[in-house]
């Protein structure tokens, strides 16, 4: 063997010959997707040279990830999250969004099943927590009112929870609901204040967050998902933007626009009212 040149050509034979294998493919995205990503993974082995004990920690590392994924938790959402991977993907799918509202990740608590639920309802299903009212105006990129758009509201309770991390302490649904915006777009509901909270670290992207001395933070917020035919779906939160977490989210979710007041209702200190707006983009924006 001379400089290693014979083995550098056999790694770039089994990437051909892989190749190769996928000319035949039916799903040509699919297949260049797959491709691109063999590819970098062929590099990145090459570069970091794994031993196969390191190589096998890795795949433990997966598949922990995949046996804390059910129903009620998501671990392979929460590792796309705090790689900044999922921010990406959204950022660059709205590269030219002009006034619409920024779009965000969902995030690992997300459930599409949250009740229906009248105009003004209260989300809190406990009664624990600092009241919060919350009042929305949903509008177009002209600033016109959408009418009858589906809003979707979920959050962390006051210790920084959600119902569904939590079935033996909280109420179903608790701080859950879908609610449908008024012939001038407006929505409103009640609740309590969120808390900010840690990302869990019981599980194996906890873990090596930990290991690598790397901050698992959100700051306070309050996700919605808003929905009208016609217009892009909307994902987003809305950030208390007094959190002292503010600048250290690990989603890396935080933008400017999405950073709202919590302002204490006169008169009444331990109550809080958030004014939220929310501009969609039509459907074939680009
Ligand atoms: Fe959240």
């Known amino acids: 063997m001379v400089d290693g040149a014979p083995a550098a050509e056999s790694q770039d034979a089994l990437l051909e010959a892989f190749a190769e294998r996928l000319g035949a493919a039916r799903e040509e995205r699919l297949a260049q997707g797959v491709l691109a990503l063999v590819g970098r993974l062929h590099d990145l082995i090459r570069d970091l040279r794994p031993t196969p004990d390191e190589f096998s920690a890795v795949l433990g590392f997966l598949t922990d990830v995949g046996h804390n994924t059910d129903a009620r938790r998501q671990e392979w959402v929460l590792l796309a999250d705090v790689l900044g991977v999922s921010t ?3 950022d660059l799918s709205q ?18 099943d949250a009740p229906d639920l009248p105009d003004g309802a209260d989300l809190c299903r406990d009664g624990r927590g600092q009241p919060l009212d919350i009042a929305g105006q949903i509008s177009d990129l002209s600033g016109a009112p959408i009418p009858q758009a589906v809003v979707e509201i979920w959050h962390a309770n006051a210790q920084g929870c959600y119902e569904n991390q939590q079935p033996d302490l909280q109420p179903e649904f608790n701080l859950r609901g879908r609610f449908r915006a008024d012939a001038s777009g407006r929505f409103s509901c009640r609740t309590i204040r969120p808390g900010g909270y840690m990302l869990p670290k019981d599980g194996p992207v906890g873990i090596l967050f930990q290991r690598l001395g790397l901050g698992l933070e959100r700051p306070a917020h309050i996700h919605f998902r808003v929905a009208a035919p016609g217009f892009r779906t909307l994902v987003t939160h809305v950030f208390d933007r007094d959190d ?10 935080v933008k400017p626009e999405l950073l709202g007041e919590f302002r ?23």
């Open 88 to 90: 990406l993907v959204e």
């Open 95 to 112: 590269s030219a969004r002009g006034r619409a509202t920024p779009s965000t990740i969902a995030g690992p608590f997300y459930r599409p």
């Open 244 to 253: 002292p977490a503010i600048g250290r989210d690990a989603l890396f979710a």
């Open 264 to 286: 204490p209702v006169s008169d009444h200190p331990e109550r809080f009212a958030l004014a939220v707006r929310f501009f969609l983009a039509p459907e074939t924006h680009p």
